[in-house]
């Protein structure tokens, strides 16, 4: 088996599944909300506003890049625990014990599903393996995927703050990015609720009043 094969049986879920793709769309949609909810009516003049607007996109592009980068040092880290689970394995004194070490790297959802039998051949398949990397290794969808990230969280925020680029009335400028914000935030939530397989509308509209919810906040205090 070479080393290819063994990646491919470490247990991470794509960074670019519906739920990742959309958690990083709301994370960058809630940094955003905060933004609108910090420019001040009473006290912006277009310089303002245009320096927030600024300060904004370097927060949002900074941030970006610490999720891209954390994608890949949880990448590092899950490759290493699968390569010392396969260790801990080979390395048990009996069977009875690989079962039990692979049960205890099952998630609870999973060891619930995964009968003795179905263990048993996991552990079967580890001791077979004769090709395993020594360390573990970033590859180059590994970049590609901390690069999605990066895009993701830097271009979820340009809905929200580019009325303030097309408005000259701040007031109605946050009023507007609000709105797209918060519709952002409902079909994020509708895209959540249907990959999870129950109530897309439901959560839709949880994940906008989430949203309604922060900008309420931010007004009492002060934004």
């Not at 607007?53 to 970006?64: D, M, P, Q, T, V």
């Not at 690989?98 to 079967?124: F, M, Y």
């Not at 409902?186 to 609720?193: E, Q, R, S, T």
Request: proline content about 4%; glycine content about 8%.
């Amino acid at each position: 088996m070479s080393a290819m094969n063994v990646t491919k049986h470490e247990v991470r879920e794509p960074v670019l599944s519906p739920v990742d793709r959309v958690s990083e769309l709301l994370f960058g949609l809630f940094m955003a909300l905060t933004f609108v909810g910090a420019v001040s009516v009473a006290e912006s003049g277009r310089q303002e506003v245009r320096a927030m607007f600024i300060s904004a996109l370097g927060c949002n592009l900074a941030w970006g890049l610490v999720d891209a980068v954390m994608y890949l040092v949880r990448t590092l880290t899950d490759r290493g625990r699968f390569m010392s689970l396969v260790r801990s394995v080979r390395s048990a004194p009996d069977t009875e014990s690989g079962h039990k070490i692979i049960a205890r790297s099952l998630s609870r959802a999973a060891a619930d599903l995964v009968s003795p039998a179905e263990v048993e051949a996991i552990r079967g398949r580890i001791v077979a393996m004769t090709v395993m990397p020594e360390r573990p290794r970033l590859e180059g969808n590994d970049l590609l995927a901390a690069l999605a990230i990066f895009l993701i969280v830097v271009a979820s925020t340009f809905p929200v703050v580019l009325p303030f680029a097309l408005f000259a009335d701040v007031e109605m400028a946050k009023n507007v990015s609000r709105a797209i914000a918060l519709t952002m935030l409902f079909f994020g939530g509708l895209a959540l609720g249907r990959y999870a397989g129950y109530g897309s509308w439901k959560v839709g509209i949880m994940m906008a009043g989430l949203g309604t919810v922060l900008v309420a906040a931010i007004r009492a205090l002060g934004g």
